[in-house]
């Protein structure tokens, strides 16, 4: 193309043949040959240009030639680039596919149909037919073969219960037969057999081994003894022919075997049967029997826990609930057949109400009766330094923890009140010495029952 054409000039060329038309475009050339072109104008000046070539059409890649093999039953087909050229490119439509050195293509998703292109170093395109690679030939379902349990009757069974009537199926070792409802014949019970289903397409799966069981034998009848009920247990029961390599179920559920053919779990006053299994699952089932239930034991209550004051006295009071009450006694005491006992203990005891029924089950219950000191309080007391009665002491107070103490004065002024007296008290009030003389006290030492003691204590220096 002349870029600066003016329609005003007129143009010739070097070799001739050349033509510039509207627009500046030249045309006429043979590619590869050297041209000028002369511009003149309406006054008969020229100019020339300088030489150029116009390239001859570039060469294009050869088209891409696709071969593809067929899917198998185990893979999906291939696609190869037979007249594959290193110094070419290749790209395929739609993207993804890759070309390897010897021609092999990758990437591709099975039944989608591709075109590949190829481009050499001139950037000339050439691209192939379409094709598409085949997806893997499926294979027939693996056959799912079901077993039933030999029975102490029969042979087990066996089943293909996905069984297809487009499949053939075959077995090994051979002899198997399955039939149109899937069941299979001809076995040898106790022999492991797969059986191979093939399709139309001639692809195989095979079944995982099974075995069908040879009849079963049944295990020896459950030999159930029983013991007597007492008065602290229920009675048991005893699987005596027990052997660990059966199962046992009950009727009613519930029950339990252990080691040892020891019977638990069971309701006394019921009655059961046990019925063992073997491994073979054949099963039976003992006679009935009952396990007797705890004889009744009279239930015994005594009260709450009683505290007194040495010197006084009590009276215990019992309850015996049950049926047939034969005797009770109170110990110590040895109090027969009442249900009160009045005590008056010198020291903290405990007193037992032992009953007995007509079963002769017997039971008890204890009352603990705490005995506290009569208090001997001091009147008078010396807090002269001198480490002799210088507190006011009251022997046994310790024994009195929630025990309220008041001190007063002879004006009634409140110069000492303490809870849990702790014999500490050094005749002074907010840490000052009180005077000599009498004081008086009251002392709340058991709260529960409102025992009070008042009286006076004197202060000698």
């Not at 056959?143 to 090994?172: D, R």
């Amino acid at each position: 193309t002349v870029t600066n054409y003016l329609s005003t000039n007129t143009y010739s060329s070097t070799p001739v043949g050349l033509s510039v038309g509207v627009g500046g475009v030249v045309t006429g050339f043979t590619c590869s040959t050297s041209y000028t072109i002369t511009a003149t104008n309406a006054a008969t000046c020229q100019s020339t240009s300088t030489s150029f070539t116009v390239a001859c059409q570039l060469a294009a890649p050869p088209v891409p030639t696709i071969t593809t093999t067929a899917a198998t039953c185990a893979a999906n087909g291939t696609a190869t680039v037979t007249n594959y050229l290193s110094t070419n490119t290749y790209s395929s439509a739609p993207v993804g596919l890759t070309v390897s050195a010897t021609g092999v293509i990758t990437g591709f998703t099975c039944g989608t149909s591709y075109t590949i292109t190829a481009t050499n170093a001139a950037t000339c395109q050439s691209t192939s037919t379409s094709f598409t690679v085949a997806c893997r030939l499926s294979s027939p379902a693996t056959p799912t073969v079901t077993t039933t349990a030999a029975t102490c009757a029969a042979n087990g069974t066996a089943t293909v219960t996905n069984y297809l009537s487009t499949n053939t199926y075959s077995s090994t070792p051979v002899g198997l037969t399955v039939s149109a409802t899937g069941v299979i014949t001809g076995f040898t019970c106790g022999t492991s057999y797969t059986i191979t289903a093939t399709n139309a397409s001639t692809c195989q799966s095979t079944s995982t081994s099974f075995t069908v069981g040879c009849q079963l034998a049944q295990p020896a009848t459950p030999t159930i003894t029983t013991t007597a009920a007492t008065c602290a247990a229920n009675g048991t029961a005893t699987v005596t022919n027990y052997l660990s390599t059966n199962t046992y179920t009950s009727t009613p559920a519930g029950l339990s075997v252990g080691v040892g053919g020891v019977v638990t779990g069971f309701t006394c006053g019921t009655s059961y049967t046990i019925t063992a299994t073997n491994a073979a699952t054949c099963q039976s089932t003992s006679t009935s029997f009952t396990v007797g239930c705890q004889l009744s034991v009279p239930i015994v209550n005594v009260g709450s826990p009683v505290t007194i004051i040495e010197g006084e006295q009590t009276v215990l009071n019992g309850v015996i609930l049950g049926n047939s009450i034969v005797s009770s006694i109170w110990t110590p005491g040895g109090v027969l057949n009442s249900l009160t006992f009045t005590v008056s203990p010198l020291v903290t005891t405990t007193f037992r109400l032992t009953a007995t029924n007509i079963n002769g089950c017997s039971s008890f219950n204890t009352v603990l009766v705490r005995v506290l000191p009569l208090l001997k309080i001091p009147n008078v007391f010396s807090p002269n330094g001198d480490n002799i009665n210088d507190k006011w002491v009251i022997p046994g107070i310790d024994k009195y923890p929630e025990s309220s103490l008041s001190i007063y004065n002879r004006y009634g002024q409140l110069v000492k009140k303490t809870v849990g007296y702790k014999n500490d008290w050094d005749g002074t009030f907010n840490g000052k010495a009180l005077p000599v003389g009498t004081y008086f006290y009251v002392l709340d030492y058991v709260q529960k029952t409102k025992k009070t003691i008042g009286g006076s204590v004197s202060i000698l220096r």
